[in-house]
């Protein structure tokens, strides 16, 4: 399958779920709340890879006077933000950005806060946050959610699906000593649970298959992407004591 139809399946399966990988609002909240900001300053702030916008409306509930530019490469993501930001009132204070996160449209130096939850590894863990860095103002606060090994000794299986699905896969003080020689010190972190993962994130997408298998119906390629889907979910329901999301929040110096 070439990478523009696996895309276009993954969003159209993905565009009607609440969230677009493993998170909830309380993680959010708590992430935030490492960052130590006032919360009642106006601040600007960037969501990399949002998705339909979960974490973004978390961000615009609880940052009451924040601008949010919230970014994802996919346009039909982004329309659902929008709508789900009027529904809820944001839609002054939220605006949805096409683009690249490889290739930010903000002014370097512009922002309070760069939040990205889940999608880092896009460009790579390493890469991002020294690319990004130069878009954060001098005390700003990076929080990016990123895949971690929660112990050093992965069963074969798990180790061998993650090092070829994302290579970059490491244990937190391997992540936070990336953050800290790019030019980061670490304010917190945190291991995203297990309810985060399932009921957030593999349930509902469940949900959502036999559905996108109707509007696909006779195509293998979208039967690949439900195979995919599935066997990632009972990789984690079978591994989950080895790997999450880390949540890593940091100032840049």
Excluded at 28 to 37: K, P, Y
Excluded at 189 to 205: D, G, Q
Excluded at 229 to 251: K, M, N
Aim: glycine content about 8%; aromatic content about 10%.
């Amino acid at each position: 399958m070439d990478e523009r139809t696996l895309f276009g399946l993954l969003v159209d399966l993905h565009r009607e779920g609440t969230r677009q990988g493993p998170g909830s609002d309380e993680e959010t909240v708590r992430a935030l709340e490492l960052a130590r900001l006032d919360e009642a300053a106006e601040i600007q702030v960037a969501d990399i890879g949002c998705g339909t916008g979960a974490p973004t409306l978390t961000l615009a509930r609880n940052l009451p006077r924040a601008r949010i530019a919230a970014l994802d490469l996919f346009p039909e993501f982004l329309h659902v933000l929008a709508e789900r930001a009027r529904a809820a009132g944001f839609s002054r204070r939220i605006g949805a950005v096409a683009g690249s996160m490889g290739s930010l449209p903000f002014p370097i130096g512009s922002l309070d806060l760069l939040w990205s939850e889940g999608a880092i590894y896009n460009l790579g863990f390493s890469r991002g946050v020294e690319t990004w860095r130069p878009f954060l103002r001098p005390g700003g606060v990076l929080a990016v959610s990123e895949i971690t090994w929660l112990r050093p000794d992965p069963p074969d299986e798990i180790r061998r699906y993650w090092n070829a699905e994302y290579p970059e896969i490491a244990t937190a003080p391997e992540k936070i000593g990336i953050l800290e020689r790019a030019g980061y010190d670490l304010l917190g972190y945190r291991v995203l649970p297990s309810s985060n993962w399932l009921e957030n994130y593999y349930e509902p997408t469940e949900q959502l298959i036999p559905a996108f298998l109707e509007r696909h119906a006779g195509r293998p390629e979208a039967l690949r992407v439900v195979e995919m889907q599935r066997h990632e979910a009972d990789l984690y329901v079978r591994y989950a004591a080895w790997f999450s999301y880390g949540f890593y929040v940091a100032r840049r110096r």
